[in-house]
Structures are given as C-alpha cells and as structure tokens.
C-alpha cells in the first residue's frame, strides 16, 4: 500500500497540471514583472536596463503614496463603518425568525451577485449631477442637489461609500454564519441569568465571534489593497489622482502614461505589500487552533 | 428562546425598523435602476425618486439585447465559467489528493507554493500577462481568459478541498488500495463523493468571482469573439454615451442572469459563500 501511495509517476500526474497552469499564469508573470521592472520599457521598441532607478522614483511619487493612503483609508471604512453596522445587522437578523431571516440575508447579499460593471456605472448615475438619484434625495431635504459628487475633495468619500455599500452584505453573511455557530445553551444561561440585550451581545457575541471578526478584518484589509476594478471604472483614479488606487495606478503608468516598466515596479511593490500586510496580520490575529 | 412565537414588543419593532433601513439601502439604488430602465431619456430629468413612466419603454431592452450582443456574450460568459468551474474541480482534487494523501518530499512546499497564490493580487499580473499572451497569440482566444481564471481559482479551491480532506478519515480508501484499487478510481469512486460540499463550496466561488471579472478580459481581448457579460455594459457606455436609459436598460439586462440564479440557488450560494470564507 505504501508503495501505491508514494508512486512517482502517479503523483507527477496528479499534481503537473494544476502547478504548470499556476506557474505560467502567476509565478512567470510576476517574475517577468520583476525583470521590466529594472527597465525603462515604454511598451513598445527597445529598452534599457536602468537598475532601481523606478523604485526610487516610486518612493518620490506622489500619486503611489496617495495610492497606499487611499487603501489605507478604504481599510479603515471598512473596519470602522462597514463591519461594525454588519455585526449589529447580523446579531439582530439572528433574532428575526426563519421567513424574515432568510429575506434580509437575501435582500443584504444581492448586490454581492451584480457585476461590479454594473454596480460602478450605477453608482456613476447615483452621483450624477443632473438626475442621479443621490442629489434627488438631497433636493427632497432642502439642499440645492447640485453637488459633483465625483468632484474634487468629495470623490474620494463617494468611492468609499460605494465599496462599503457593495461588501456589506458579504461581510453581514459571515458575521450572522458567526453568530449562528455560537451555541444558544449560552444565550438561555445568560437569559437566566438575568442579562439584558446590550450585556448579551456585549459580553457572549462579540468575544465568542472574535476568530470570525479577525478573518474578516483580514480580508478586508486585503480586497482594500487589492480595490481595482470599481475605481477603474467610477473615476479611473481622478480628479487628478485623488481617488487612486495602487492596482489602478500601475494599469495606467502602463497602458495610458506609456511607462510599461514603471508599472511593473509598482507590480512588484504592489505584490509584496499585499503579501506582507497579510503576513502581518497572521501575526497580529494568532490562530488559536 | 428559539421557537417561541415572537410577540411584537417595542425592542422588536426597533429592529424591524433598523433591518428595513438597511434592507431599503441595500435594495433601494437596484429598483431605482430597474425604474430608470423603463423610462425615457426626457422623464429622467423629473423631479421625485422613481419615475412612473407614461409608456413602459421595452425598446431601451429590445437595443440593449441586440446592440449589447447580449446572447453571444451570456453564451461566453456561461461556457468560460462553467468550463473554469470544471477544470478548477478536478485540479484541486487532484492536487489536494496528491499533497494531503501522497507521500513526496515536496508535498508541503508545492501546496504551500499554490497557498501563497491567495495573497497575490490578479492584478498586478495585468501588465506580464499582457505581453505573455501577445508573444505566445493567445489574446482574443478563449485561453486568454480560461488560464487565469483556473489559476486565480485554484489556491482557495486547494485550500478548501485539502482541508476537507484531511478531516476524512483514511481507511475507508486504504481499504480500497488494499484490495487493489488503482489510485485514480480512489479519487473518483471514493473521495469525491465525500467531498460534495466543499466541491460545492468551490463551484460557487469560482462562478462568483470569475462571472463578474473584467479587468482581465478588457485587458487581453479585442475582438467580440470570446467576451464576456459585463462587455455588454462596458461598450454601451461609450456608443450611446447620452443615451441613458439604454444605459440602465443593458445594465439591468446584464445583471438578471445571475440575480435570476441567485434568487432560486439563494440558500446554496449563501451557505456557499459563508463556509468559503470562514474557512479561506
């Protein structure tokens, strides 16, 4: 038996196609990243190696700098904002009863299924100036509805709202999964005990979902990172560079700004971030098991 | 607690009411995009939230089918996913098998290896990938879109796969190599089987985050031959630029297919989801 299991050959077969799919279409290319990176290639004709001259440049760059912050703040929208609204919203669904349990879980998480092309060019109208939906509701509280919500010092905030508005109902879903994995012998001890609704929550919930709330803060973190294709499409990074995001950022150098080499510098960079910050937060969230 | 009928005390009309509020949030910009899809390009401008069109415009719907090349795009769009969904199966069991049963010496780095896929961005492959795939004439095919979605797939697929495996016991398929099965029948007749729900698991994850994607698709194709759904969105915006209510009309068009299999899938797709993420 042991012989069956350690058969070269079978292995080699089981393995070879998953591992040569994943090396030509993740590894090579980062490692092909790394060596334009050293290059000042426009993308087309000739080109020369140049050493780290782009990475110096990067850390001089202001647009990658406003590019890290924006995640940063993206983040920070998601792990003050988003989650915490979606904690409450799953601990009070777990409360509901089956049939309106299961229609706000639907209701939450259907925007979750939209392509973002369409949740980005919905919003898009939702700002538009002249009859998107977001200054219809302002004109109906009294304001002027005349804003550029897009416009300079407020787009960044709209982009905000509408990646915390988009991830909701995911970030609801694991937490009320969380919540429902909790034993209820707990809840009815505590009911015994005479604990009110805030003390519950307060002091069974939110510690016993702690391993929950650690991935999703992780993976928030993450995707804040990893935020391409809503910006591409909603603002392409503007005004200027305001709404700027690093995955965004370096499709541009490349395509648009012709600077195919500095792109793949911010690539690298942009690999290693994410790999770090994960890393990083394995570290700061220890797993107990 | 649980089974109780549930009388409407203050404390639960509070949270009715806050559920509402985010439900209607949630809901709210869809049926407006749904509303404005049926209206004409002047009733647009009114004044109020939602528009109740004089006639129902269909045509916005019948320009946003034909011009937005909705047919062969869906048709693109399901044989590329389902296809992804396929491959990933059979090359994260595969594989799982082989790092989680087999024994190699190279077992913990070739999964630790796909593992480490997970923390890689998709995009920052964008710019590499391009060139590869211009070199070797693999843009505007198929295989521009089928290899990196398997790819980008396949570590949380080895993930979910491998750890479910692990919690299977081993003498039910030790047993079977005993009495002489070949490993591949192991795989088929007995593992798989066994893995129902996290292959499940995979399949919904895969198809959500591979239906949706286009950065990579605007990046690799050109020619209307293999793309994708949200092309249909992407190249109206730029040919009726002020006509907007095709512009809703094609969003809405190019939305239902995956609203319509999430309302009747609802609870495997959220079940899905809730377990490859807990886990992942």
């Known amino acids: ?289 | 607690m649980k089974g109780k009928k549930k009388k409407l005390t203050p404390a639960r009309i509070v949270m009715w009411f806050v559920l509402l509020v985010f439900a209607v949030i949630q809901i709210f910009p869809l049926i407006w995009l749904l509303d404005f899809s049926f209206a004409s390009n002047t009733e647009m401008f009114t004044r109020g939230l939602l528009i109740w069109p004089e006639n129902i415009r269909w045509d916005n719907y019948v320009t946003a089918f034909v011009n937005g090349h909705f047919l062969l795009y869906l048709k693109n769009s399901l044989l590329i996913n389902i296809l992804a969904v396929i491959l990933v199966l059979m090359i994260s069991v595969m594989m799982a098998f082989a790092c989680t049963r087999m024994h190699w010496k190279l077992s913990g780095t070739v999964r630790g290896l796909i593992l480490l896929g997970m923390m890689i961005p998709i995009h920052a492959t964008l710019l590499p990938n391009y060139i590869i795939y211009d070199k070797l004439h693999l843009t505007d095919t198929i295989w521009a879109l089928l290899i990196p979605y398997v790819a980008f797939s396949l570590p949380q697929g080895l993930f979910l796969t491998g750890s479910f495996m692990e919690s299977i016991p081993k003498e039910i398929e030790e047993a079977a190599v005993i009495d002489g099965c070949g490993i591949y029948r192991v795989i088929v007749v007995i593992m798989i089987p066994m893995l129902k729900t996290s292959l499940v698991t995979v399949s919904i994850m895969t198809f959500l985050n591979n239906w949706n994607e286009f950065m990579m698709a605007s990046t690799y194709l050109s020619s209307p031959k293999w793309k994708t759904l949200p092309f249909s969105v992407l190249e109206f915006t730029g040919i009726y630029a002020s006509n907007y209510s095709v512009q809703f009309a094609v969003m809405a068009l190019t939305a239902a297919p995956m609203v319509i299999l999430y309302l009747i899938l609802n609870r495997h797709i959220t079940e899905g989801v809730a377990m490859g993420a807990v886990k992942g």
């Open chain 1, 1 to 289: 038996m042991q012989k069956a299991y350690s058969n070269k050959k079978i292995i080699f077969t089981l393995v070879f196609p998953g591992l040569l799919m994943f090396t030509f279409a993740v590894l090579a290319p980062i490692c092909l990243s790394v060596y334009y990176g050293f290059t000042d290639f426009s993308g087309l004709g000739k080109f020369n190696f140049i050493g780290f001259k782009n990475y110096q440049e990067m850390m001089k760059d202001k647009n990658f700098w406003m590019s890290l912050r924006n995640s940063v703040l993206l983040a920070a929208g998601f792990i003050v904002i988003q989650h915490p609204l979606a904690i409450i919203t799953a601990a009070l669904l777990d409360r509901m009863g089956r049939k309106a349990e299961g229609f706000f879980r639907c209701v939450y998480f259907l925007p979750n299924v939209i392509s973002v092309a369409v949740i980005a060019y919905l919003w898009k109208f939702i700002y538009n100036p002249n009859f998107g939906l977001l200054n219809n509701i302002a004109k109906l509280f009294g304001f002027s509805g005349k804003t550029n919500w897009l416009g300079t010092g407020t787009a960044i905030w709209s982009v905000l709202i509408v990646l915390i508005w988009h991830g909701f109902g995911w970030g609801m879903l694991i937490y009320y999964t969380g919540i429902k994995n909790i034993d209820p012998v707990l809840y009815e001890a505590a009911a015994i005990d005479g604990a009110d609704n805030k003390q519950t929550f307060l002091r069974i919930t939110l510690p016993l979902m702690k391993p929950v709330i650690e991935v999703n803060v992780t993976l928030a973190v993450i995707s804040a990172l990893k935020q391409m294709e809503t910006v591409y499409l909603l603002t392409a990074g503007g005004p200027g560079n305001e709404t700027q995001f690093m995955a965004n950022y370096l499709y541009k150098q490349a395509f648009s700004s012709f600077r195919y080499g500095y792109g793949n510098a911010i690539s690298v960079i942009f690999v290693l971030i994410c790999i770090l910050a994960t890393r990083l937060l394995s570290k700061v969230f220890p797993k107990e098991a």
